[in-house]
């Protein structure tokens, strides 16, 4: 007997017709994220309301600069590396290696697209608000400070690998809530060590989060459309089978 080919794994974030409910609060948490994104991406573009964030910004950073320690300042230094391009370019090309090999394709497609996403509207973005960062940063920066790279880097490739590796179910709540937690750490600290003004890491976060869930949420719209059953047209009705009379000998 040959063996039929399943379908690859669960759908990767809603699943309508399985479960409503958590398809209706994923959608719902998706929604709040892109809107929280757009929201602040729109409040740095109004000179008005820049001037209050900025206020908000040196606040923020004459903070920082007054509790910063050792050890602090140590660990910063570690979460700045990690969001090197040299540390994430490896760790993204090995997952994609790992959901290839596991032919995982529509996982695959959603990761690689919320990366290529990022990367596109890193420098788009940098190029358009070309914010000054803030001075004397305790790392090597380069280019304009909104939206924070290492922050978004940091969000899309941690968010975005946990929707692709892991399944639905408690095992990936506890998985994306360590994820957010590590996206909001390397946000904290590019704030932290002066690289970014924290409206720029609050940003990046959201950026990240919102391009990992945003093509997790298409690459699942295609994934359906491709898998649902063709439907094939309705068959004409039986024609009656009239008996012929028998004919005379």
Known sequence: MSRVSRPEGQELLAAPERDPAVTATVLALTAVVLALTAAVFAA??????????QRLDDAWLRLMISGRSAPVTAVAKVLNVLGLVYVTLPVRIAIAGYLALRRRWWRLAAFAG?????????????????????PDS????????FPSGHAIAAS????????????PGRRRIAWATVAA?????MGLSRAYLGAHWLSDAIAGVLLGTSCALLAALVVGWIQRRWSA?????????????????AGRL
């Open 44 to 53: 740095v573009a109004d000179h008005g309301l820049l001037a209050h964030i």
């Open 114 to 134: 919320a990366v290529l996403l990022s990367e596109i509207l890193i420098g788009t973005l940098k190029g358009v608000y070309h914010r000054a960062r803030p």
């Open 138 to 145: 305790l790392v090597t920066t380069t280019g304009a400070s």
């Open 156 to 167: 899309v490739t941690v968010v975005a690998a946990v929707i692709a590796l892991v399944p």
């Open 181 to 185: 937690g590590f996206s909001v750490l």
């Open 229 to 245: 059953p063709r439907r094939r047209p309705a068959a004409p009705p039986p024609v009656p089978d009239t008996a012929r009379p």
